[in-house]
DNA sequence: GCTGGCAGTCTCTAGAGGCGACTGCTAAAT
DNA sequence: ATTTAGCAGTCGCCTCTAGAGACTGCCAGC
């Protein structure tokens, strides 16, 4: 028997013994499968199964005498057999009606982002989370400037997605509220559509030709857009609901030990790490699934990852749930991919 | 000896206690004592004192042959004798620097209090938090529509403190962008410096008054001020850092326990608990202690909250720590008094 | 009023023993 | 060759016990 290939009783009998651990939490016996993997095989003939898949390391005995618990890999290839037969059985309409449902009917995407990772949680009862596309925010759509005092302007951005970004910068001299607002209306008028990299470029560009600047009004315009858009970096919007979830997590059993539940509570304060953590999985398409010691951070071994992505190219982004290794994957891959395909609907349904 | 006035010894032995007992979380025993208070006298003696310290509820043992520890009301009376010498002695200037070097130096108001809540939490180790007064976002100052397609407006109000408000409305007829345009300008010019619900009030009078509408921009203006302002609460801004403390806090020992850890987490993401819990407390001027029991929430009662307000009249707000009973009092003192301090400061500078 | 001494109380730890839950192995049955 | 039944062996867990250590409370003397 090879390693990848499993005779079908045997896969039969690790599902059933994958199952049984998540319901119950603890090492299943052999008796106990015997009775429920609806074999007909007496409980020895079901150690002799599990004897050959602790050999090949799909599953392990805490101690001698206790039951089998399943490894990483025993996950894993349960994982997979889910993942192949959801092909056929996707049905993510009941979190869809609940999107709908929390986050009303014309929301901003930023709020429906929140409202994703707020019913990613509540039905899985893990930790939820949803990151915008990269590119979300990049687009250059407006700008405003406040006059706060003579010397100091608030500047309000709105890029694409009706992402609102601001700033306070102080200005070398002091410039009148009239030539704020054509200065704003300047900028709105030329740039408006362009990435934020481009506008930044055309300024820097323009600045340079025009040195000689006959126009006042464009050499306010252009030097107040230099001075915002130096360091304003569009920040990928990322939210995190259900860190308390941990908590309980932590009394039920300690299989989430302190300094992975400190981790998980530090991504949520400081949620980039969680984009960092998520760039390796963002490739392909569908639910990928990372099971314990698959991620590359030791931390998070007793933790699993199941994500989704939406949209398409650079316009990417994606939904998913953390949490411990023994969770139900069966109904958070079915939730995270009807999240999924929530999401890039209402994307799709914007443009 | 009456309850409120302890002899000059026994106080000293009680806050050499529970000095003792914050520094090393164990019971503090009577020879230890004898040997710390500096009072020169037998431990004998101490266990005299200690056990009229029990009488009058200042400490407490938690089994017979064990040391004593302080209780609710021994923390208060320590607590009140710190606060009582702090007024000479207040030294905030390190928090201020660090407070500076961490939100830079022309903040938003909202980053000033985001980095205090961080300053609190690296200083003190436990959950710092930050709030804006209540009335903070409520004096309008700007308004701006963005058109997103012909029927749907995505609004930016800005408010006094550079606050940034949006909101995407549907509009049942379609506008122009330059009708837009004007209507803002109309509704800058018109309003800006009145309080929301002065703005509120004001427009709804006009558009009653004016029915018959020659004016056709300024009921476009009117009605969509009208539409932008239904259900925006400008809210409390409430920044907390910190969480995953809690964490180690919970490692340490098991003083805070698991539901508590759950209320600190669901009070870091429901914010809107935290202002309900302060605003009992946000009265008076200075620095407030809430120990334990004092607490109305019984799921704090492990917990103490150092508390200060900042500002004046109806712009009051606060900045405080989260931590358990056995917190080092004395620095915490310090440090959420010299931020109140700063941001105080901060908000005088700005006006 | 303070102090030294002593008996008493309680926790904590280590070790021993019994119980229960499974497995691995072997030998017989299919 | 596979499956089964039975049995011996292993290990974790619980309880019980005993001893050590840490303090206190009280009493008698200073």
Redesign the pocket.
Known sequence: MTTGALSD?TSRVLACLVKDYIDSG???????LSRRAGL?????????V??QL?DMGYVS????????VPTDLGYRHYVDMLLETRRATRDGSSVEARLREQAGDAPLFDQLLSSASHVLFEVSHHVGFAIAPSDMHAIFQRIEFVPLSPARVLVVMVTRGSHVSQKVIELSEAVAPSALTQAANYLNAEFAGLSLDEVRQAVLARLEQERTLYDELRAVALKLARTTLEGIEAPTAVFIDGASSLAGDASAVSAVSLSTLRTLLRMVEEKQRLVRLLDAYLDGPGVAVVIGAEHPDPQLHACSLVVATYGEGARRGAVGVIGPTRMHYSRTISVVDGAAVAVARFLRDQN
Do not use: D, F, K
């Open positions: 009783r603890e090492p299943v016996a052999s008796a106990t007909g095989v007496s409980p020895a003939t079901i150690r002799n599990l004897a602790e005995q805490p101690h001698t005498s206790a039951g089998r």
